[in-house]
């Protein structure tokens, strides 16, 4: 695998043919020499055995049919409050390049971080805070030549089944220039998610937004309405059936009901 051109993208790209999962393997060797692993280091991953969605489910992937990509990050000038938007960030981003490699379907943000093509999962993220709390490493997922047979959940598809016949490395260089461009403008911004415009660019492409939603809170509470927008920390905000006051979701899993 040649990833030479994606070099001048990021400070540090690395391939390895089989793992069991590109965050743990960042995490680890981010903790254990932070000066050989920046700013926008990267990992890739031919084939993950032990990968981790969020929530802790299962994200693993065969040989050569996904993408299993982390980025590691450390946004200088960047209040770890701020932190909250880089999930809401890769999502975007792999939005935003799933929608040039499918340019006739309609692609969109599940709040946080799931990309949708016509509501069918084809991407996740999971991000999780290094232990010294000195960056964060961004895992995401994207089915690139799966079957139907082959996906986790019924309702989620591939490019393949989208009719779109894309290598793994050009669906690296789709999702990576997506992503430094608009990580660059956060942390010009110092994480200010409305003055670098990823608010206003998150809220554009959420379907979740508009839409009669179901929230599974931690501790097994749900919740049920419709979601309103995105709050300055990223946060959903959710009109609940029958009460006056927005409720602001701030981790748990969006199920999508029927349209308004």
């Known amino acids: 695998m ?3 051109s994606l070099s001048a993208l990021v400070a540090r790209i690395d391939y390895v043919a089989v793992t069991g999962s590109t965050n743990a393997d960042v995490a680890a060797a981010a903790l254990d020499d932070a000066q ?3 700013d926008l280091s990267v990992l890739a991953a031919g084939e993950q055995t032990a990968g981790r969605g969020r929530a802790g489910r299962e994200w693993e992937s065969q040989a050569g049919s996904s993408l299993s990509v982390s980025v590691l990050v450390r946004p200088k ?5 701020h932190y909250s938007w880089l999930p809401i960030l890769a999502g975007l981003a ?9 340019p006739e379907s309609d692609v969109s943000l599940k709040w946080p971080n799931d990309v949708l093509v016509d509501d069918k999962k084809i991407s996740g993220v999971l991000s999780e805070l290094l232990s010294d709390a000195s960056g ?10 799966q079957a139907q047979a082959d996906l986790p959940i019924a ?9 779109a016949a894309v290598s793994f490395e050009a669906a690296l260089e789709a999702f990576l220039t997506e992503f430094v461009a608009l990580y660059t403008d956060f942390v010009n911004h110092r994480g ?10 998150a809220s554009a492409k959420c379907s979740s937004i508009g839409r009669r939603v179901r929230v599974l809170l931690p501790g097994e509470q749900q919740i049920e309405g419709k979601g309103i927008e995105l709050d300055q920390s990223g946060r959903i ?22 349209h308004n």
């Open 192 to 201: 200010d998610a409305d003055a670098s415009g990823l608010r206003r660019g």
């Open 36 to 38: 050989a692993w920046p």
């Open 94 to 102: 792999m939005t935003r390049a799933v929608a040039k490699l499918l």
């Open 2 to 4: 040649n990833l030479e």
């Open 237 to 258: 905000l959710v009109a609940i059936d029958g009460e006056h006051q927005l409720y602001a979701v701030a981790a748990g899993d969006i199920v999508h009901l029927r």
């Open 77 to 81: 000038h960047v209040a770890i409050e």
């Open 155 to 163: 309702n989620a598809t591939s490019l393949r089944l989208e009719g």
């Open 136 to 145: 964060v490493v961004i895992g995401v997922g994207l089915n690139l030549t």
